[in-house]
């Protein structure tokens, strides 16, 4: 029976998502065939929480560093060879040489442990060609350890080696990635270096979304493809009895929290929500932080609302429920299920490629989310709700449609400048918007604004599009509604659906670049009016989820998926189903039998 090798250093623990990646992988290889193995860190002492008939070897004593990569998370700033040296000693002062001894030698000993550990696996199971091997989350660092090992292993060469990245290149979002040439450079130098000393061998490269394949791509050292993060087929029901309805939505941040997961926010978010809807009985916040991180981290008065439990399925009437980090698997997934709503409160700049195996997973079990626009997470559910807003166009019962011609359009105060494109509507910064104003027929509780997307626009840019009554806010001043959207997967036209004010007689449409200072252009701009329907006070914005373009907009989406709680909960349970095929985890193994 061949090997399946999953090699994970930074698994030293039951609970969280690497443990559970680790689970799911290796046992979907198990149905395929394949006898799990497994290596990690020497910390990990619960044999009993996998199978007894899969390996484990626990042999690493590092876990990653990521002070040592030359990424975003990193500071590395010169490159590094397999002995932990810099590339070219020669071309830095000595001042920066001395500093430097006491991080070379932690290096070193790293890039040894990483090459001894990976060792004492093989010197058990050897090399034979059908294994496969996996290394699930490394970075630009522990490459170089991987290929020390290699080059000192000739035999290795035998198999086909996975190795996935999870982490950014780049910093900032995908249209400023083109101008950071010096970090390109340095990585292209370090990797190609590395990987020129092991030419026999057969390496392939993945990311987990598409967007960080493209910056991996950039350095031109290999071809990184997709492999999609797995995620467990989740039952829609819970293994718990539920508090008959009438009932508050349950609302949970899960997993754990870091700055770039709105640690900071989390204070703000609560005293945003606390008022209309946690101290009302409407919603429930559910919280995955440990005690002493609670205390350090929410106002004192928040930790008194708060409830402590270590059962998921307890029922309270307290605002919040704060439950630990990390959780066994069996209790976070039912944390997940018992969810009504997965809110993140993501940076969606440094999500802006990255994979939210967060988000995969609430998506996995049907749950509707609310997530930062303008990033990876969006991009999951920003189809779905074009698609429903196309059924809503579709239906042929707008009180009215306009479409907007390019003279009705100015630049921010200003007559529109005029251009090259006959067709295009230039949307600048915020200092140059393109700005126009729309007559609202009587009765009108909503407008749908429609735009095609110009092929013009640069990969990972998203357009602003603000709406508000021009009679109570200047052009600059306070919107109704903004959001931020970017172009569709297939074909058709983008879509915003946003609320009017009941008597509002004029609604004004600021379209600006929401990121960036180039221009973007949109082609055929509509707007359709809705009257609201029968015992409602309009269409769902959009379905599975919402993304919001502000922190501060968190409340109206809450409020949203309250009013229309049913809508989102059957749109989220019928996209789980083709989003399980997709992020199965023997499809992962499949892509990984294929690359060989």
């Keep these: 029976m061949p090997n399946f090798l999953l090699i994970d250093h930074g698994l030293a623990e039951v609970g969280g998502h690497n443990y559970q990646y680790a689970v799911d992988i290796l046992t979907a290889a198990q149905d395929c065939g394949y006898r799990p193995v497994l290596a990690l860190r020497r910390q990990f002492s619960q044999n009993a929480a996998v199978p007894p008939a899969w390996r484990v070897f626990r042999v690493f004593r590092f876990g990653p560093k990521h002070a040592f990569s030359a990424g975003v998370d990193g500071k590395s700033r010169r490159g590094i060879g397999l002995d932990g040296r810099w590339l070219d000693p020669a071309n830095v002062a000595w001042t920066a040489r001395i500093l430097d001894v006491a991080r070379r030698a932690d290096r070193r000993r790293r890039l040894q442990d990483f090459e001894s550990a990976c060792a004492a696996v093989f010197s058990e199971i ?113 293994t718990a009895p539920r508090r008959a309805a009438p009932r508050p939505l349950r609302v949970a941040l899960a997993g754990g929290t870091r700055r770039e997961k709105g640690k900071r926010q989390l204070c703000q978010l609560i005293q945003s929500l606390w008022d209309e809807f946690l101290t009302r009985g409407q919603v429930q916040l559910w919280l995955q932080i440990n005690p002493e991180a609670l205390r350090r981290q929410l106002a004192k008065e928040t930790v008194a609302a708060t409830h402590v439990t270590g059962n998921v399925c307890e029922e309270t009437d307290a605002p919040i429920v704060a439950v630990k980090h990390p959780l066994p ?29 967060v988000l995969v997973e609430m998506l996995s079990a049907g749950v509707p989310v609310i997530v930062p626009a303008g990033c990876w997470l969006s991009e999951q559910i ?52 393109a700005v126009t104003e729309v007559p609202v027929p009587a009765g009108a509780a909503q407008v749908l604004v429609s735009f095609g997307w110009g092929s013009e626009n640069p990969p990972g840019a998203y357009l602003r599009v603000e709406t508000s009554n021009p009679e109570h806010a200047a052009s600059d001043g306070p919107v109704s509604s903004a959001a931020i959207v970017g172009p569709r997967h297939a074909p058709g036209a983008v879509h915003v659906l946003a609320a009017l004010e009941p008597t509002q007689t004029v609604v004004r449409l600021r379209l600006q670049n929401a990121y960036h200072q180039m221009p973007l252009y949109v082609r055929e701009v509509q707007l359709a009016f809705f009257a609201a329907p029968a015992g409602q006070k309009g269409y769902p914005l959009g379905q599975v989820g919402l993304s919001v373009a502000e922190p501060s907009l968190v409340v109206a989406a809450v409020r949203e998926m309250l009013a229309h709680r049913q809508h989102y909960q059957q749109s989220a349970r019928e996209f789980s189903l083709p989003w399980n095929l997709a992020h199965a985890p023997s499809r992962s193994v499949e892509i990984l039998r294929a690359n060989r």
């Design 329 to 357: 698997s069996g209790d976070y997934d039912e944390l997940i299920r018992r969810s009504d709503v997965g809110l993140f409160i993501y940076d969606s700049q440094r999500y802006q490629s990255r994979c939210s195996g």
């Design 126 to 238: 050897g090399f034979h060609a059908e294994d496969i091997a996996l290394l699930s989350t490394i970075t630009d660092f522990d490459l170089l350890g991987l290929v020390r090992f290699l080059k000192a292993n000739p035999h290795s060469g035998l198999l086909d080696w996975h190795v996935q990245m999870h982490f950014d290149i780049f910093a900032g979002r995908e249209p400023d990635h083109a101008c950071q040439s010096a970090k390109r450079d340095l990585l292209r130098g370090q990797l190609s270096n590395a990987l020129a000393q092991i030419p026999a061998h057969r390496l392939h490269f993945y990311c987990t979304t598409d967007e960080l394949c493209r910056q991996y791509n950039r350095l031109e050292v290999g071809t990184f493809q997709t492999l999609p993060y797995p995620a467990r087929l989740a039952p829609h029901h819970t």
């Design 382 to 433: 920003a189809d779905a709700g074009y698609e429903h807003l196309d059924r809503l166009q579709g239906q042929g019962n707008a009180l009215q449609q306009v479409e907007v011609p390019r003279s009705q359009w100015r630049k921010g105060d200003s007559e529109w400048p005029g251009g090259t494109s006959p067709d295009a509507v230039a949307c600048g910064p915020a200092g140059e918007p």
